[in-house]
């Protein structure tokens, strides 16, 4: 049938429905109507064209295509409001198909092309602000564990000039405190050798060998 949408789009659609009538009543609307088929085409189906087109214009028609359940359930509560009082059940209401203009077809594919671009710019930009956040975490860890081994040798360097230092400031507290250590000292550096000296030919060396008493 013929119909428009919410914003007053031709649109032609196709409905299907099921229905069944009560055994009980079988016989008496075969004696009111002459049979199914008169019962059909003089009372369920101008209902049901009624209930079809006061129910689709209600909504867009983009909405129309993409959720048809809900145009289906407000056909489906119409007509069975319409046929209340007839003993007959109806049910399992399909929209079949729905003919939109052609413009109205191209432009609904253009723009589902243009979210569907839109959403892989998106998706791309996404995936390089991870990329660029990734990186930027991977060069700040980078940095404070260079930072970290930097601290590390420092304190090690500061540490072994410290021991170094206390080292030598022993030293120099026992050489002071005690001479002998010096006489120690050079004793444990000599190589074994006496001192030689260059005084020209048939000249003898002479050392002083006496301590401080002349002995």
């Known amino acids: 049938m013929a119909s428009s949408t919410k914003e007053q789009m031709p649109v032609t659609i196709e409905v299907s429905v099921n229905w069944t009538v009560n055994k009980e009543a079988a016989l008496d609307l075969f004696k009111r109507y002459g049979g199914l088929t008169q019962f059909e085409q003089r009372i369920l189906d101008p209902r ?38 007839f003993p007959v059940i109806v049910d399992n209401i399909q929209i079949e198909n729905i003919v939109l203009p052609t413009k109205y077809i191209n432009s609904i594919e253009i723009k589902q092309t243009e979210k569907n671009l839109a959403a892989a710019e ?14 930027v975490n991977t060069a700040d860890a980078r940095a404070k564990g260079i930072l970290k081994v930097a601290e590390a040798e420092a304190q090690s360097i500061l540490l072994k000039g410290k021991a170094e230092a206390q080292a030598i ?26 001192p030689s000296t260059m005084m020209g030919e048939g000249a003898m060396p002479i050392m002083d060998l006496r301590n401080k008493d002349g002995q």
């Open 48 to 85: 049901f064209r009624s209930a079809t087109k006061d129910t689709i214009p209600q909504f867009e028609a983009e909405q129309l295509i993409q959720d048809r359940a809900t145009a289906i359930q407000g056909i489906e509560r119409r007509l069975t409001a319409e046929m209340e009082g």
């Open 122 to 135: 998106e998706h791309k930009l996404e995936r390089q602000r991870l990329e660029a956040l990734r990186a």
């Open 169 to 194: 400031e022993a030293k120099a507290k026992a050489l002071k405190n005690n001479p002998l250590i010096v006489k120690l000292t050079e004793a444990q550096a000599w190589d074994g050798k006496l």
